[in-house]
T-cell receptor, first 110, second 114 residues
Framework: GENVEQHPSTLSVQEGDSAVIKCTYSDSASNYFPWYKQELGKGPQLIIDIRSNVGEKKDQRIAVTLNKTAKHFSLHITETQPEDSAVYFCAGGSNYKLTFGKGTLLTVNP | DAGVIQSPRHEVTEMGQEVTLRCKPISGHDYLFWYRQTMMRGLELLIYFNNNVPIDDSGMPEDRFSAKMPNASFSTLKIQPSEPRDSAVYFC????????????FGPGTRLTVT
């Protein structure tokens, strides 16, 4: 089955700096890679996703890149704000099933 | 839409008791997923349904766990008997279409088994 590794497990940045979270996956059949943000006491919420036929996708301050050959994908958040503080999960999969990374606790310091 | 609704939000029970978690998916979503989240194992898929039919239950940890979806608007996850190692946050999620598309998560049920 799919195995998704996520790094780092914790990340602390100053407000206004950029944050980068990286994930690798093992199953070459995986073709869908979403990123979820989870705030304390809430369920994960999709913030951006990318499919295997695309190398990069951007939505305002958030971007995701995918390297199918190396089987890794990354989340980039620019101009970070305190409200970006949360746990971020990457996931990979195909069809119905998503395998999630262990999560990254992002702290944005004012 | 109110989103995915889960109840209860918190459940504390004693070892050996039966626990039932409930989920109402977003109306019109044909896919329903149950996940378990722990610090050690992260977010794990337990089972998913398509049109009320269980499709893949390979993530269900053992026979003490069972899930049902009697209709399109309601699903239950039951643990009987419960054990302390079942303590976790259980999420229900629903999705509109097949293949891997956005899954909408509920707020979760925090289960504590003492």
């Amino acid at each position: 089955g799919e195995n998704v590794e996520q790094h780092p497990s914790t990340l602390s940045v100053q407000e206004g700096d950029s944050a980068v979270i990286k994930c690798t996956y093992s199953d070459s059949a995986s073709n869908y890679f979403p990123w979820y943000k989870q705030e304390l006491g809430k369920g994960p919420q999709l913030i951006i996703d990318i499919r295997s036929n695309v190398g990069e996708k951007k939505d305002q301050r958030i971007a995701v890149t995918l390297n199918k050959t190396a089987k890794h994908f990354s989340l980039h958040i620019t101009e970070t704000q305190p409200e970006d503080s949360a746990v971020y999960f990457c996931a990979g999969g195909s069809n119905y099933k998503l395998t999630f990374g262990k999560g990254t606790l992002l702290t944005v310091n004012p | 839409d109110a989103g995915v609704i889960q109840s209860p939000r918190h459940e504390v029970t004693e070892m050996g008791q039966e626990v039932t978690l409930r989920c109402k998916p977003i109306s019109g979503h044909d896919y329903l997923f149950w996940y378990r989240q722990t610090m050690m194992r992260g977010l794990e898929l337990l089972i998913y349904f398509n049109n009320n039919v269980p499709i893949d239950d390979s993530g269900m940890p053992e026979d003490r766990f069972s899930a049902k979806m009697p209709n399109a608007s309601f699903s239950t996850l039951k643990i009987q008997p419960s054990e302390p190692r079942d303590s976790a946050v259980y999420f229900c999620a629903s999705s509109l279409v097949p293949v891997a598309y956005e899954q909408y998560f509920g707020p979760g049920t925090r289960l504590t088994v003492t």
